[in-house]
T-cell receptor, first 109, second 116 residues
């Protein structure tokens, strides 16, 4: 089993749609969690950290479920510019960040 | 946020040659930098942790003699792919934590290596 698993997609959604991604992790001692966005042939950039109580940043909402060991990302009112690959990242210890393979999102006009 | 710059962004080389990739922290000092490799449609895989003034720590399965890492200053780490072969063709990305760290990793722009 992979340490961090994501559905690779692609998720093809129309503009304005709501889309959700899940990510599961295997290490119960994982300490912190992040969603990064990676555009094609570019470096990853932090989208948001994921807090235990859940957190929201504009159209983006992140949730953490430690009991079931998954995190989620919800995007509301999808924009064309949201098209990218979304990477689930789990910190399992000092300097140890494990990246998921990413979920590809295509927002269609 | 912190700025990490990587150079070159693209390099094409012949099999058997060596290629050096530079990673610089532009507006902060980074005692530790990380080197990742990403193959198409795969996740970023940590290759090694570069420590300023000391030897790099390599992940299991990464050949230290093939991927030479030098972190001679607080703002520069280099990765040299020695005797490159076509299977080394990949996207190499460096990263560092900003100072003070928030847990966010800042990435360089990445270097796409193609070995012919």
């Amino acid at each position: 089993r992979k340490e961090v698993e994501q559905d690779p997609g692609p998720f093809n959604v129309p503009e304005g749609a709501t889309v959700a991604f899940n990510c599961t992790y295997s290490n119960s001692a994982s300490q912190s969690f992040f969603w990064y966005r990676q555009d094609c042939r570019k470096e990853p950039k932090l989208l948001m950290s994921v807090y235990s109580s859940g957190n929201e940043d504009g159209r983006f909402t992140a949730q953490l479920n430690r009991a079931s060991q998954y995190i989620s990302l919800l995007i509301r009112d999808s924009k064309l510019s949201d098209s990218a690959t979304y990477l689930c990242v789990v910190n399992i210890g000092t300097y140890k960040y494990i990246f998921g393979t990413g979920t590809r999102l295509k927002v269609l006009a | 946020g912190a700025v990490v710059s990587q150079h070159p962004s693209r390099v094409i080389c012949k099999s058997g040659t060596s290629v050096k990739i530079e990673c610089r922290s532009l507006d902060f000092q980074a005692t530790t930098m990380f080197w990742y490799r990403q193959f198409p449609k795969q996740s970023l895989m940590l290759m090694a942790t570069s420590n300023e003034g000391s030897k790099a720590t390599y992940e299991q399965g990464v050949e230290k003699d093939k991927f030479l890492i030098n972190h001679a200053s607080l703002t520069l780490s280099t990765l040299t792919v020695t005797s490159a072969h076509p299977e080394d063709s990949s996207f190499y990305i460096c990263s560092a934590f900003g100072t003070p760290t928030t847990g966010e990793l800042f990435f360089g722009e990445g270097s796409r290596l193609t070995v012919l």
